[in-house]
């Protein structure tokens, strides 16, 4: 009988395969936490990405929120939103109250850089006449949305339409006007077109302000505007001067004719009382002298002399031919003579 197969003694049939049952190493690596939890950290990232939505508009600012790239709040007020996170929707915050600047006909450090091409600042005005303008213009966001979407570059749109308004008022007005009187007048009308194109064009932009910083003539005609524009400003003097000096000399003689008026007229109103009162005496003085004329005559007499003999020299000599010292007093000083002819 053959002998294989059978087992020696001692021995038992596990032990052909020593490992077959051995127990897995405490130290061997695990499978990472995502696998164990998958539910658990997608959860997680879940909130944390609806979370991500949750943005905030501070005081200076407002917001457009785009969805799929389609506006679905043109405007968002400052404070705390809730929106879809990206990529489902978007937030994009616009400071409004910022004012922005605009230069047309090239900045000061450009030209003194010589960057910039003097053809852009000429201008030419209803004289036929060039002139170099430098304009700054300031202006702020109207509408977010629209501001965002609907120009590709808003400060170049703003720009074209306040120097298509500037050259049509300077075309409409002399070289003389445009640089000094009409500046101010000029500035208004500009902003208020160019905020209706603005408008029409839909670009969310409000226009603050449009100031002509500069504007002079060409280089080679400016000796000639400064003579005139020196001229002119003589001429406003002198014809200042001569309003002042009007204004001066006509209120003291209209002051003076009315105050000669009213003495006139005083004068006028004291003579015709005064000679009311010597009518009214002198009647009733002819009514006593008719009741008795020889006193009312001897009295009137008397009150003429008295009147009159003060005011002259007197000598008084009687019937004999003598004369009456007695009348001159001692220390009396002589009247003066007149004067011979």
Known sequence: MSLTGVAKPGTHPEHEHPHAHEHPHPHEAR???WRRH???IGGALLALWLLSGVYVVPADQQAVVTRFGKV???RVMPGIHVSWPWPIERVTKLKVQQLQRLVIGGDIS????????PRISQFLTGDQNLIHMRVVVQYSVGDPAQYLFRAE???KAVGAAVEAELAHRVANRGVDAVLTTEKAAIQEEVRAAAQRIIDAYGIGVL????NIESAQPPPEAADAFRD????RADAARIVNEAHGYANDVIPRARGEAER???EAEAYRRRKINEALGDASRFSQVAREYERARQVTGRRLYLEAMEQVLPRIRKLVVDKSGNLDLTIIRKGTPPAERPPRQ
């Open 31 to 33: 499978p990472p936490v």
């Open 38 to 40: 998958p539910k658990r």
């Open 72 to 74: 679905v709040e043109p």
């Open 110 to 117: 450009d030209g003194i850089l010589g960057r910039t091409d």
């Open 153 to 155: 570059n808003v400060s």
């Open 207 to 210: 226009l603050a302000s449009v």
């Open 228 to 231: 005139v524009a020196g001229a």
């Open 260 to 262: 000669l008026l009213a």
